[in-house]
C-alpha cells in the first residue's frame, strides 16, 4: 500500500484552456503540465522546497 501524500509533478488534460491556471492552483504539487506528459531531460535542474 502506498503512502506517501507528495506528488512532485502531474498533468492536466481538459478542452478549456483557460481553467487549467485554476485547477493547478488548487493541486497540491511541484510540476503541472498542462495538455502534455511532463518528462524533462535528465540534464535539467530540479530541486527545491514548495511552501504551502
Known amino acids: 500500500?502506498?503512502?506517501?501524500?507528495?506528488v512532485f509533478e502531474t498533468s492536466i488534460y481538459?478542452?478549456?484552456i483557460?481553467?487549467?491556471p485554476?485547477?493547478?492552483a488548487l493541486i497540491n504539487t511541484?510540476?503541472?503540465?498542462?495538455?502534455k506528459s511532463f518528462s524533462p531531460a535528465v540534464e535539467t535542474p530540479?530541486?527545491?522546497v514548495k511552501v504551502v
Open 1 to 6: 500500500m502506498c503512502t506517501y501524500t507528495h
Open 14 to 16: 481538459t478542452q478549456d
Open 18 to 20: 483557460s481553467i487549467a
Open 22 to 24: 485554476y485547477i493547478s
Open 30 to 35: 511541484g510540476t503541472v503540465g498542462v495538455n
Open 46 to 48: 530540479f530541486g527545491g
